[in-house]
């Protein structure tokens, strides 16, 4: 079976530029949860959607970032404008009711200028 | 809110020895779900090793085992005959209701294999 699957892996941009994260969950999975990892701030929560409904998206930085998830095997994250400070990992995630293991995406590397 | 505490930034380890990497945590929870992910070079997480809070048997996998403390919230991962393949940032994770919930991670260990 195929893993999360995200796109880009890596992505450079310009300050003020839109930027779009993708990511595919496991064919099955309920439960999509997004990460940043950066050194300053290590990995950490941004959002998390269960059946497709946001539960939680206290982690989410503030008004410039904003994550969907339109059916069940796709969700995007986006940062609008972006901002050098947003430069991070980002990984996606999943898995299922009733199992206690998330499975991680390869993460996309964004680079903001 | 749950909190996890890996003490040692960086470990070394001789090819072939044995290494421990130390977690603890803080929850006031009774049931949880503790979890050990290795994220080398590539960046990609892989899960190493899962501990469920409600068993008192340690998990074993292969070379990696670990020593879970529950009392003392301790949670420790045994590396046996190290390979240089196991070179790698390793994260401690807690999760409160199976996978259905965020992950709070620890601040890695950056484990280094002597050849």
């Known amino acids: 079976d195929a893993g999360v699957i995200q796109s880009p892996r890596h992505e450079v941009t310009e300050m003020g530029q839109e930027v779009t994260l993708r990511c595919k969950p496991i064919?099955?999975?309920?439960?999509l949860f997004w990460y940043r990892q950066t050194m300053m701030r290590g990995l950490e929560l941004l959002i998390y959607?269960?059946?497709?409904?946001?539960?939680?998206d206290s982690g989410m930085p503030e008004d410039r970032f904003s994550a969907k998830m339109p059916n069940a095997s796709f969700s995007t994250l986006k940062i609008q404008p972006s901002e050098p400070r947003d430069s991070a990992v980002y990984f996606c995630?999943?898995?299922?009711?009733?199992?206690?293991?998330?499975?991680f995406g390869p993460g996309t590397r964004l680079t903001v200028l | 809110a749950q909190t996890v505490t890996q003490s040692q930034p960086e470990m070394s380890v001789q090819e072939a020895e044995t290494v421990t990497l130390s977690c603890t945590y803080d929850t006031s929870e009774s049931d949880y779900y503790l979890f050990w992910y290795k994220q080398p070079p590539s960046r990609q997480m892989i899960l190493v090793i899962r501990?469920?809070?409600?068993?008192?048997q340690n998990a074993t996998e292969n070379r990696f085992s670990v020593n879970f403390q529950k009392a003392a919230k301790s949670f420790s991962l045994k590396i046996s005959d190290s390979q240089l393949g196991d070179a790698a940032m390793y994260f401690c994770a807690y999760n409160s209701n199976f996978g259905n919930e965020k992950l709070t991670f620890g601040t890695g260990t950056r484990l280094t294999i002597i050849p």
């Open positions: 959607f269960n059946n497709n409904v946001p539960i939680d």
């Open positions: 501990q469920e809070a409600y068993k008192q």
């Open positions: 064919s099955g999975h309920n439960s």
């Open positions: 995630a999943s898995t299922q009711t009733g199992e206690d293991t998330q499975y």
